[in-house]
């Protein structure tokens, strides 16, 4: 699938209907979606691998990897409306996809690749840690995910900690739309990275 074409397909992919302030619900922007995906297919190969998608929202990045060929592939998300957004379109797109309503703290489901776009704690500080976490303890192979620029020396050390080799580490462009009412402005810049993390060893 070109780029384009995931382009499209990503921008179809509705965002929350009611989103929560407290959770952070903001949807991930297309194009860095497809950065990231494009990033797992560059390490990893992500067509036949499994894939989680921790805190997923309306599916993005689950319905994005499906796309690009991974199997099986879960979403998590706390959020039951999420879910059945996203459930609805991973059948619009034509993907397989399973979404489960969970914490992302309980989950204990391993797959090859997690992706992620977690909170990253402006309302609540340290919320992003316990999906770095998960993450780290449940990619048999590869982490892929999204941070504020701020949280790198927190991410390198959880890494190091968990025997993780950081891959790449590189800013994306990201303008956060109006979502909530204390919002002010129409867009505001973040600056983010992307992160590739892999947390088995190559033989």
């Known amino acids: 699938m070109r780029r384009s074409e995931l382009l499209r397909a990503l921008e179809r992919i509705p965002p929350f209907a009611?989103?929560?302030?407290?959770?952070?619900?903001?949807i991930t922007p297309s194009e860095a979606a497809a950065t990231?995906?494009?990033?797992?297919?560059?390490?990893?190969?992500i067509s036949g691998r499994s894939v989680l998608d921790l805190g997923c929202g309306t599916g993005r990045l689950a319905i994005g990897a499906a796309l690009l060929g991974a199997s099986p592939v879960l979403g998590i998300d706390v959020d039951e409306g999420a879910i059945d957004r996203a459930r609805s379109a991973a059948a619009d797109a034509g993907v397989a996809v399973e979404f489960e309503v969970a914490e992302v703290a309980a989950t204990s489901g391993r797959a090859d690749l997690v992706v992620m776009n977690p909170p990253f704690g402006a309302q609540s500080p340290h919320a992003d840690r316990p999906f770095w976490d998960r993450a780290l303890a449940l990619a048999k192979r590869s982490v892929y995910a999204f941070s504020l620029s701020e949280s790198r020396t927190?991410?390198?050390?959880?890494?190091?900690?968990?025997?993780?080799?950081?891959?790449a580490v590189?800013?994306?462009?990201?303008?956060?739309?109006?979502?909530f009412p204390h919002h002010a402005r129409r867009?505001?810049?973040?600056?983010?990275?992307?992160?590739a993390l892999r947390t088995e060893p190559d033989p």
């Open 154 to 167: 927190f991410i390198a050390r959880r890494a190091v900690e968990r025997g993780a080799q950081v891959l």
């Open 36 to 45: 990231l995906l494009a990033s797992a297919d560059r390490f990893d190969g």
């Open 18 to 26: 009611h989103p929560d302030a407290a959770l952070e619900q903001v």
């Open 170 to 179: 590189e800013p994306v462009p990201w303008a956060l739309p109006r979502t």
């Open 187 to 195: 867009r505001v810049p973040l600056d983010v990275d992307l992160w």
